[in-house]
């Protein structure tokens, strides 16, 4: 998928995102100006790890 072809898709989901999220969402997406690729590689297999790990790490917080 090339950039173009990603920002319209990315355009097309923000159209239908309720407004409420909109600054959250624009909040997220300026983190990663100020990322290396390397924290932003970080950010993603963490995000991986606790995703496959949700339940695991709900039963260790009880």
Do not use: W
């Not at 995102?17 to 963490?46: H, R, S, W």
């Amino acid at each position: 998928m090339s950039t173009a072809e990603i920002k319209i898709e990315i355009q097309q989901v923000l159209d239908s995102v309720p407004e409420d999220a909109l600054v959250n969402i624009l909040d997220y997406l300026k983190q990663f100006q100020n990322q290396t690729q390397d924290q932003i590689e970080l950010a993603g297999y963490i995000k991986k790890i606790i995703t496959e790990d949700k339940n695991l790490l709900e039963r260790l917080a009880k």
